[in-house]
């Protein structure tokens, strides 16, 4: 095979996984117009069409899933291999790409690699901060960081961080004249600011627990995000109850600027998990990566 026929395996599978040549241009560090010429010569060299253009997205082709069927599992094989060779260095290296959310990663990963990146300089570390549920195998990921509760069983899983727990709170501002509440079902008569989940595009219901009961409360009020962050601001800043991880709010709730109601409505629950497949190897800088953010209870980070 030459060296320009691997090139375009390579485009095509980079398309495919995708799905747009804008995005895969950019993540090949070339053009669009460069690529789709890429694309066009192979498919004249081979004599078929391997990617199904539209105005929205590129998909394969019954020829085209073929290839890549064929071609993926070569791929990641040289990837492995390529990998391996770091165990030959003297020093750890590599580039890791983890997927995780701003949450886990501004509480867990940030501090643990502040502390790790200095004793291995040639261990590089990306890191895609998106609050889906990412298909981390589909888009290269070596790993991702979920919530215990959310880990695929084909996933080897280890824990990074402590048991979590979410809060309800308002501003003092929030309760002149209003009641608080006393039990979930009283929240349907409060202003709440609301989350839409990435995964599923819905508005998040508020979960609770007591006594082994359940509740799940779908909440209204004005302003709905798709940030945290700003959840936590708007009620900050008087606009309703908010219902987001405790740790975000423990320093206004102490500093007095919120009020928290509901406590023993919330239980604890599984918290931060590294995940990755279990068929892969996992290279030396990725091994001491794991363990560095392993999660040992008796550590406070």
């Not at 070339?30 to 690529?35: G, P, V, Y």
């Not at 082709?61 to 993926?72: I, N, P």
């Not at 300089?121 to 790993?143: C, G, K, M, N, Y």
């Amino acid at each position: 095979m030459r060296r320009e026929e691997l090139g375009d395996l390579l485009a095509l599978s980079a398309v495919a996984e995708a799905g747009s040549f804008t995005r895969a241009a950019a993540r090949l560090g070339t053009s669009q117009s460069a690529l789709s010429h890429t694309i066009r010569r192979l498919e004249a060299r081979l004599g078929l069409r391997l990617l199904t253009r539209t105005t929205r997205n590129v998909s394969p082709t019954e020829a085209g899933q073929r290839l890549l069927g064929a071609l993926r599992p070569a791929f990641e094989q040289i990837e492995s291999e390529l990998a391996s060779l770091d165990e030959l260095r003297d020093k750890p290296a590599g580039t890791i790409r983890i997927n995780t959310s701003g949450h886990a990663a501004s509480t867990i990963l940030w501090p643990a690699l502040k502390q790790f990146l200095p004793k291995y300089p040639d261990v590089h570390v990306e890191l895609s901060l998106d609050s889906a549920l990412t298909d981390i195998v589909a888009q290269r990921f070596d790993a991702g960081v979920r919530l215990g509760e959310h880990l695929a069983r084909d996933m080897v899983a280890v824990r990074i961080g402590p048991d979590l727990r979410m809060a309800v709170v308002g501003a003092p501002s929030y309760f002149d004249g209003r009641s608080k509440p006393k039990r979930p079902q009283d929240l349907t008569g409060h202003i709440c600011i609301n989350l839409r989940q990435s995964t599923l595009g819905g508005l998040y219901a508020w979960e609770f627990e007591k006594d082994r009961r359940e509740i799940n409360v779908r909440v209204e009020g004005s302003l709905i995000f798709n940030d945290m962050r700003m959840v936590l601001q708007a009620a900050l800043d008087g606009f309703g109850l908010a219902f987001v991880m405790e740790d975000q709010a423990q320093s206004a709730i102490e500093g007095e600027q919120l009020v928290r109601v509901l406590a023993d409505w919330c239980p604890q629950f599984a918290g931060y998990h590294l995940y990755y497949p279990s068929r892969r190897q996992p290279t030396p800088a990725f091994s001491l990566l794991v363990e560095a953010l392993r999660f040992d209870g008796a550590k406070r980070r």
